[in-house]
């Protein structure tokens, strides 16, 4: 096992201009495709956008980011569970999947699936990025990607190629944080600020706080990148559009 990629991985915002050849796509997708899946249902699909037109119009989703604007190849990871429900009625099977537990099943296929997708990806040599974005304007993209309604839902979209650079070091909780023995531990006030300071203390985050005029990293977080109205914004577009 490879140590040094798990502990040094990071994400590329920059691409080279070098195409991603269709067969080393074909093959990290074949082996992605072994990933874990619900009851072997394989509940997701993949949409491959190449074309630059069709590319632009998915950046501009995804706020135009730097990696969603600048990557080869962006993969839509979905949950997907149009073809397994078509399989079951073809088959004369009472397929009761309209649901939210099912979503559920579908949603987590497909993550682990992106996840895999990454891994193998990067270990093959490219770059990848993940646009959490894909949440936010699911109705939107699922309609440029033309998905089923409602059965289809962008999940992540990944945006790969060459990198043009190593990307950033990026901070990481201790595991303590994260890592509970037998039972969830209720961490003192006084814990939790001392885990937070490999975030709050790392040097490439300090300027936030100055910046947005705020008195600290978690204000920057909480009222600037990911404030309480955009989330409830967001969130009711989603909940709308998917009414189980």
Same mark, same amino acid.
């Given at each position: #096992?490879?140590?040094?990629?798990?502990?040094?991985?990071?994400?590329?915002?920059?691409?080279?201009?070098?195409?991603?050849?269709? @067969?080393?796509?074909?093959?990290?997708?074949? #082996?992605?495709?072994?990933?874990?899946?619900?009851?072997? #249902?394989?509940?997701?699909?993949?949409?491959?956008?190449?074309?630059? @037109?069709?590319?632009?119009?998915?950046?501009?989703? =995804?706020?135009? *980011?730097? @990696? $969603?604007?600048?990557?080869?190849?962006?993969?839509?990871?979905?949950?997907?569970?149009?073809?397994?429900?078509?399989?079951?009625?073809?088959? =004369?099977?009472?397929?009761?999947?309209?649901? !939210?537990? $099912?979503?559920?099943?579908? !949603?987590? /296929?497909? #993550?682990?699936?992106? *996840?895999?997708?990454?891994?193998?990806?990067?270990? $093959?040599?490219?770059?990848?990025?993940?646009?959490?974005?894909?949440?936010?304007?699911?109705?939107?993209? @699922?309609?440029?990607?033309?998905?089923?309604?409602?059965?289809?839902?962008?999940?992540?979209?990944?945006?790969?190629?060459?990198?043009?650079?190593?990307?950033?070091?990026?901070?990481?909780?201790?595991?303590?944080?994260?890592? =509970?023995?037998?039972?969830?531990?209720? &961490?003192?006030?006084? &814990?939790?600020?001392?885990?937070?300071?490999?975030? /709050?203390?790392?040097?490439?985050?300090?300027? !936030?706080?100055?910046?947005?005029?705020?008195?600290?990293?978690?204000?920057?977080?909480?009222?600037?990148?990911?404030?309480?109205?955009?989330?409830?914004?967001?969130?009711?577009?989603?909940?709308?559009?998917?009414? !189980?």
């Amino acid at each position: #096992m490879d140590k040094n990629y798990y502990l040094g991985r990071r994400s590329i915002r920059r691409f080279t201009d070098r195409e991603v050849p269709s @067969a080393l796509l074909d093959e990290i997708l074949e #082996m992605a495709g072994r990933a874990p899946t619900c009851g072997n #249902m394989q509940l997701y699909s993949v949409v491959v956008t190449r074309d630059a @037109a069709r590319r632009r119009e998915l950046a501009a989703l =995804h706020f135009n *980011q730097p @990696a $969603s604007a600048g990557a080869p190849v962006l993969l839509t990871v979905c949950a997907d569970f149009a073809r397994f429900t078509r399989w079951c009625e073809i088959n =004369h099977a009472d397929a009761a999947y309209d649901n !939210f537990l $099912s979503f559920t099943s579908a !949603f987590a /296929d497909a #993550m682990i699936l992106a *996840q895999q997708i990454t891994t193998i990806a990067e270990q $093959s040599g490219l770059g990848t990025c993940y646009l959490g974005t894909c949440i936010y304007n699911a109705p939107e993209i @699922a309609r440029l990607l033309e998905l089923p309604e409602r059965m289809v839902m962008p999940v992540a979209c990944l945006a790969i190629g060459w990198p043009d650079g190593e990307g950033v070091a990026t901070e990481r909780l201790p595991q303590r944080a994260w890592v =509970h023995e037998e039972r969830y531990r209720a &961490d003192a006030d006084e &814990d939790i600020v001392s885990l937070y300071k490999v975030k /709050d203390e790392y040097p490439a985050n300090r300027p !936030f706080v100055a910046e947005n005029g705020k008195e600290n990293l978690a204000q920057v977080f909480a009222e600037v990148r990911y404030p309480r109205a955009m989330n409830e914004e967001f969130s009711a577009k989603l909940l709308s559009w998917l009414s !189980f």
